[in-house]
């Protein structure tokens, strides 16, 4: 079974990273530049950056389609 944290986001059209109800700044992210010039991280990536226990959302659109991604465990 592939694990989603392995999961390329590109940063090619509109991208939001959401935890806990507060969307979090991609800009201070640090992202990396693939090999057509679009930048990209895993999901692993975004937590590991963010360093915190809680789900992560990521909302990906690209012209007429879009994904919605969720990583990690809420801690309660």
Do not use: P
């Amino acid at each position: 079974m592939e694990d989603v944290g392995n999961t390329m986001i590109y940063r090619d059209g509109f991208l939001m990273i959401i935890i806990n109800q507060h969307v979090i700044d991609i800009n201070q992210l640090k992202l990396r530049e693939g090999d057509e010039g679009i930048e990209m991280l895993t999901l692993n990536e975004i937590s590991d950056q963010i360093n915190r226990d809680e789900v992560i959302y990521a909302w990906a659109e690209l012209g007429l389609s879009g994904k919605i991604y969720q990583h990690g465990n809420c801690v309660q």
